[in-house]
Antibody, heavy 121, light 110 residues
Framework: EVQLVQSGAEVKKPGESLKISCKGF????????IGWVRQMPGKGLEWMGI????????RYSPSFQGQVTLSVDKSISTAYLQWSGLKASDTAMYYC??????????????WGQGTLVTVSS | QSVLTQPPSASGTPGQRVTISCSGS????????ASWYQQLPGTAPKLLIY???QRPSGVPDRFSGSKSGTSASLAISGLQSEDEADYYC???????????FGGGTKLTVL
């Protein structure tokens, strides 16, 4: 079964750094890009960026450029989302998702189960 | 304010047909395909429709999608209580070189 499995919930203080992960199972990890999506409490989905596991080519949403860093380690089929200085406003659920592309069409599938990040002093 | 516009809520009774709209522009839905995601309470989003009207295996044929111009629609027929969820549309935006999502529609089965 093709699936993305994310790391567990995190509780951090403002200013701390954090790296969460998304590991692919059941497929060749370099076959499609990985996307990251934020969902703040009670709010909708926001696209953060996508990364190509084959060569680490990355595209960021303007809203998240400079705020987070996407990376991959293809040797262990894992993508990462990283912060260097967390803020309380980073408190949210973060999802990774497979970014599929075929004949000009794009969609996200599968989705990870989500990683809840709580930033509080 | 989301780039794609969806109604914040929709409702129907069991067995009814409901439609959720998603309005975009020439740079997103107008020039790219739309996809739809279902998010059941407390769970991760799940792909419901891709390439405007294609259903992944396992998604009941009660769910259908369509696109016309710069808008897309999701229709759910034979509404069931387990369809109560949040529904999101999404599309690639050529101007932003990135993804845009709708604000989400909360579907209530009365």
């Amino acid at each position: 079964e093709v699936q993305l499995v994310q790391s567990g919930a995190e509780v951090k203080k403002p200013g701390e750094s954090l790296k969460i992960s998304c590991k692919g199972f059941g497929y060749t990890f370099t076959y499609y890009w990985i996307g990251w999506v934020r969902q703040m409490p009670g709010k909708g989905l926001e696209w953060m960026g996508i990364i190509n596991p084959a060569d680490s080519d990355t595209r960021y949403s303007p809203s998240f450029q400079g705020q987070v860093t996407l990376s991959v380690d293809k040797s262990i089929s894992t993508a990462y989302l990283q912060w260097s200085g967390l803020k309380a406003s980073d408190t949210a659920m973060y999802y990774c998702a497979g970014h599929q592309y075929s004949s000009g069409s794009r969609w996200f599938d599968p989705w990870g189960q989500g990683t809840l990040v709580t930033v509080s002093s | 304010q989301s780039v794609l516009t969806q109604p914040p809520s929709a409702s129907g009774t069991p067995g009814q047909r409901v439609t959720i709209s998603c309005s975009g522009s020439s740079s997103n839905i107008g020039s790219n395909t739309a996809s739809w995601y279902q998010q059941l309470p407390g769970t991760a989003p799940k792909l419901l429709i891709y390439t405007n009207n294609q259903r992944p295996s396992g998604v009941p044929d009660r769910f259908s999608g369509s696109k016309s111009g710069t808008s897309a629609s999701l229709a759910i027929s034979g509404l069931q209580s387990e369809d109560e969820a949040d529904y999101y549309c999404a599309a690639w935006d050529d101007s932003l070189s990135g993804w845009v999502f709708g604000g989400g529609t909360k579907l209530t089965v009365l």
